[in-house]
């Protein structure tokens, strides 16, 4: 999974199953009955195209799975994780051995396959088994590429998944308010009304990781409306010592998808300046990690490459 734009060439188009799905649904078929704050669907041809529409608002994460294919601990990682992000994705089920059009159209070889759609483009997170601190890192960084391609919508909760052999009991908390005002602002594209609103949180629980993550995101979006791509990379590259040019070069990078070059770049700057120069550089890259998420390998790499460079 990376943060490249989903529109990118080898994403499949769902729109032919769409519109079969939508033939599906208007003959009489139906989506399974809603339970208030459950993000959580079993998923048909009658009620894809529905899911794909949600998709560009806010991601769906697909999972592809076979009651045979002994993957409970799997599904009751992606169901519980999904629950707990209160909206940041839908999960859609679909079992495979009772939907095999879907199957067919999406190319599945294996299960389970899991699956991310975004704007009603498709594109794979991963196959077989996972740990769950895998999954939720996976998770982490769709959440991530959302953001980076515009979609910081918050879904309305859908429902539990319909019950199946393998007897899914997925959990029910309730959406947290805490963050209503900056997901409203983000929504409405208010940047800076968003990152007001996650510093609100943040004044009040410091250490909470999601306000941390959506004041950091909310930070390079503000930035970003103010940014003409092809002057960044010009004066970044004609002035290698002009470091608000640098340090804009490592935003854009970012966001065009490229975490390790983005980081490489403000780590570079780290090694080359001293007193407050390198100090907004540690700064910034701190809250670039926080953007990407704490999981993430190209992160992790550059933490270590900080101390270093910190200490040179």
């Given amino acids: 999974m990376t943060y490249d734009s989903f529109n990118r060439p080898g994403a499949i188009d769902l ?22 704050g459950s993000y959580v669907q079993q998923v048909g041809e009658a009620d894809f195209d529905a899911m794909v529409r949600k998709s560009v608002t806010h991601p769906v994460v697909m999972e592809l799975y076979s009651p045979r294919a002994n993957a409970q601990e799997l599904s009751d990682t992606l169901i519980d994780a999904t629950n707990k992000a209160g909206g940041r994705w839908l999960l859609a089920r ?9 199957a067919q159209a999406m190319g599945v070889q294996a299960v389970p396959t899991v699956v991310a759609i975004i704007g009603g483009q498709l594109a794979p997170l991963f196959q077989g088994t996972k740990t769950a601190e895998e999954v939720q890192a996976y998770l982490d960084q769709l959440v991530q590429v959302a953001v980076a391609n515009g979609l910081t919508g918050r879904a309305e909760p859908v429902g539990t998944a319909a019950p199946d052999p393998a ?28 990152v007001e609103e996650f510093q609100k949180v943040l004044d009040q629980s410091p250490t909470d990781p999601e306000a941390t993550q959506g004041l950091a995101q909310s930070k390079l979006l503000e930035r970003s409306t103010r940014f003409d791509p092809q002057a960044i ?24 998808g490229d975490p390790a070059a983005a980081f490489n770049r403000v780590l570079q700057m780290i090694r080359e300046t001293r007193d407050e120069d390198r100090e907004r550089a540690r700064l ?8 990407v998420g704490k999981a993430d390998k190209a992160v992790l790499k550059a933490r270590r490459q900080l101390s270093t460079a910190l200490f040179a």
């Fill in 94 to 102: 679909v079992n495979i051995d009772a939907e095999q059009r879907i």
């Fill in 15 to 36: 729109s032919a199953l769409s519109s079969s799905a939508q033939a599906s649904s208007n003959a009489g078929a139906g989506s399974t009955g809603a339970a208030a």
């Fill in 167 to 194: 007897g899914d009991q997925p959990t029910d908390p309730a959406t947290d308010p805490r963050f209503a005002e900056a997901d409203a602002a983000l929504q409405a594209g208010d940047y800076a009304k968003a």
């Fill in 233 to 256: 990379v010009q004066t970044a590259n004609d002035e290698p010592t002009n470091w608000d040019a640098q340090l804009d070069a490592a935003d854009l990078e970012l966001i065009n």
């Fill in 284 to 291: 910034r890259l701190l809250e670039l990690f926080d953007v």
